[in-house]
């Protein structure tokens, strides 16, 4: 049995295309004193490791290079283990990278459940895109019954988790996405109010129609003209949490900063989210969502892909905004 590990085959410019991406073979390696060795069944794909590559994370100033493998976090199974507190066949979830097997001292790694939910969602709605959602909803913004929450990529594990404990809150749920079908599968599926394609001729006017009272909070993913956008339904000393960038991931040279003037005018509150603050918030946020999970009452969308070879054009596609739910890749059975 041998490793396989997805490496850049030059530094990253621009939009990541597959040929930027090649498989490569190591022989596996054997687990020292207070390791276990860790196959992989799931690959998450997350917009940051785009920031990661090119050296712009606050997890790593350095860019990648031609050999590199990029982070990842992963849900796999010990398969050979010296490190008590992790046994052969449990299943965990840790940042084993972009490969199909990986050492792990027990670093930012947890044991998963998989009675508890499908072992795909512990990267997802469950992990650590979920858990975004509720520090922004229930730690940031406080969302409460009656209030009106707006987020865009909603179809996204965290924007589809933005609008899904809002809606627990009692608070209604209103989506951007980027297509006529995202929205749809967003209504239908999520069970949002409301979803406007951005897209679309008319954006504005057409978020002001479903909006006419205005929005309480906006959960910005996206960053750019679009969250300058979002000023245009704020309500008055409404909040935003300021989430993603997906703007400017690809390229930060493009993008344009906010006028200040927006905030001041809707007196508003923004706050940044930075998820690893919220770790403490893990055990609450995992017993509520997989028991949402498990009632019906939280739904989620996955992108998949199978086998690691597909790895680089699926993540290429996630950072074209091309992924309908929470890129994922399948590298072994469960
Ligand atoms: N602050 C934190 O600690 C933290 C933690 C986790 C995630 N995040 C951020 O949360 C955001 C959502 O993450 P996610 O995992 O749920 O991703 P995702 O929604 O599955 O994928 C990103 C989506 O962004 C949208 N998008 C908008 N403008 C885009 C553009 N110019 N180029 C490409 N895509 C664009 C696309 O959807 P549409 O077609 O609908 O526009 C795309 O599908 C990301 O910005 C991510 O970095 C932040």
Redo the contacts with the bound molecule.
């Keep these: 049995m041998q490793n396989q590990k997805v490496v850049l085959t030059r530094p990253l410019s621009g939009v990541p295309g597959a040929g930027d991406f090649c498989v490569v073979t190591a022989p596996l390696p054997e687990p020292g004193p207070g390791e276990f060795l860790v196959r992989h069944i799931y690959l998450s794909l997350?917009?940051?490791q785009r920031s990661a590559i090119a050296g712009r994370h606050m997890t790593g100033r350095q860019p990648l290079g031609a050999g590199d493998m990029p982070v990842a976090e992963t849900v796999g199974q010990v398969l050979r283990s010296r490190h008590p507190g992790y046994p052969e066949g449990a299943y965990v979830r840790h940042f084993g990278g972009w490969q199909t097997f990986a050492l792990s001292t027990g670093e930012r790694t947890g044991l998963v459940d998989p009675a508890l939910a499908p072992l795909s969602a512990w990267l997802g709605v469950l992990g650590?895109?979920g858990l975004?959602a509720w520090a922004s909803v229930v730690e940031l913004a406080g969302v409460r019954a009656g209030q009106t929450v707006l987020v865009?990529?909603?179809?996204?594990?965290?924007?589809s988790m933005v609008g899904q404990l809002a809606m627990q809150r009692g608070a209604v749920a209103v989506g951007i996405?980027?297509?006529d079908d995202?929205c749809a599968l967003v209504t239908r599926e999520l069970r949002f109010r409301h979803c406007v394609n951005?897209k679309r001729p008319g954006f504005l006017e057409a978020l002001q129609a479903v909006l006419p009272d205005g929005a309480d909070v906006y959960h910005d993913?996206?960053g750019g003209q679009?969250l300058a956008d979002a000023f245009g339904v704020l309500k008055v000393n409404g909040t935003v949490i300021l989430?993603?960038?997906?703007?400017r991931y690809?390229d930060p040279a493009k993008s344009k900063g906010l006028d200040l003037a927006l905030p001041i005018v809707k007196r508003a509150v923004m706050k940044g989210?930075?998820?690893t603050d919220f770790e403490h918030c893990r055990p609450a946020f995992e017993t509520a969502v997989a028991t949402g999970i498990r009632d019906g009452t939280i739904r989620y969308l996955e992108d998949r892909v199978e086998g690691i070879a597909a790895t680089g054009a699926h993540f290429a596609r996630?950072?074209?905004?091309?992924?309908r739910?929470?890129?994922l890749v399948v590298l072994g059975p469960s």
Excluded: I
């Design positions: 997350d917009p940051y650590m895109p975004t865009s990529a909603a179809l996204g594990p965290v924007g996405a980027g297509s995202k951005y993913n996206v679009m989430c993603g960038l997906m703007e690809n989210l930075v998820v996630l950072m074209r905004g091309e992924n739910g929470k890129a």
